[in-house]
């Protein structure tokens, strides 16, 4: 079993391009298909990376990279991985509108400029009982929702992905309306764990997992986390995101995960993590309730899924 020695890196103090190079080595060695960590190691690399349970195993980069959803490129879970090489991620631009001080065309760049890349393991459910635990690489959201000065009129945030069908082939089927939304309430989006995602594994995102930029709600199903991000709008009505509009009485506006609370056509209770047999119990709020069931004080979950 290779052993990796724990990088001595403060998260706090490097750049974003500097972490995908100096980490690159350290991570990409995990990317091997089935490298096994020890305990000690594992515990070393969830402190090192934030917040998942130091027992969990990271999803193999092959799984990660290759099982994916993303309509635009297909509905296959391999589609994405064969086909989204189309899509073009540099130079690429974020619109950043409404009830916010500093509404603009941003550079890439320049949204990356505004906050430090931050490495963490996430367990990234998705919406058929499956989940992985995925070593995302990105910015705090609300370090750049801070530096973006919303309004005080701004209730929720809407995070619409890029629409060329040139670049996307899936955008000529009518399968789902284009672009995609997805939306977040500004104090869900001002939590600390949401991230806006640039690379994965240590290397930067790859296409089909929704590159340049895409955001990772760490609590909720995996469809919150829309990918290739173009437009960032502070709203003061609830965003209708794409899966509630598409499919109402299945997918809300909130997607937190609740095992006691059946999807219409299967159980939430337990979920299979890729990669392995059994099921595991689903637990509330993705694992994260202690640090995020405050938000939801007062609402009924049932109704507001
Ligand atoms: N974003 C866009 N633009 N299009 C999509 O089809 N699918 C969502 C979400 N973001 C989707 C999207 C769903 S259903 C899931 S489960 C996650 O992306 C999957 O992310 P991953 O492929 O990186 O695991």
Known sequence: MPIHRSPDIRSADITDERLYVSRREFLGSLAG?????????????????????????LTPWEVVTGYNNFYEFGTAKDDPAAYAATL?????????????ARPADYDLDAIL????????????????????????????????????????????????????????PGQKSGILPWPYVEGLRLDEAMHPLPLLVTGVYGKPLPNQNGAPLRLVVPWKYGFKGGKSIVKIRFTTRQPANTWNVAAPDEYGFYANVNPAVDHPRWSQARERRLGEFYKRPTLPFNGYGEQVAGLYVGMDLKANF
Not at 36 to 44: C, K, P, Q
Request: proline fraction near 7%; glycine fraction near 6%; include cysteine.
């Open 33 to 57: 298909a089935g490298v096994l960590l020890s305990a000690g190691e594992r515990r070393a690399i969830a402190r090192m990376l934030g917040t998942a349970d130091p027992a969990d195993k």
């Open 88 to 100: 073009r991620p540099r130079p690429w631009k974020v619109r950043v509108e409404g009830e916010v």
């Open 113 to 168: 400029a505004m906050g430090t890349a931050e490495e963490r393991v996430y367990r990234h459910r998705c919406v058929e009982a499956w989940s992985m635990v995925v070593p995302w690489l990105g910015i705090p959201l609300r370090t750049i929702v801070s530096r973006l000065e919303p309004t005080s009129r701004a209730k929720y945030i809407e995070f619409t992905t890029l629409r060329d069908p040139v670049q996307m």
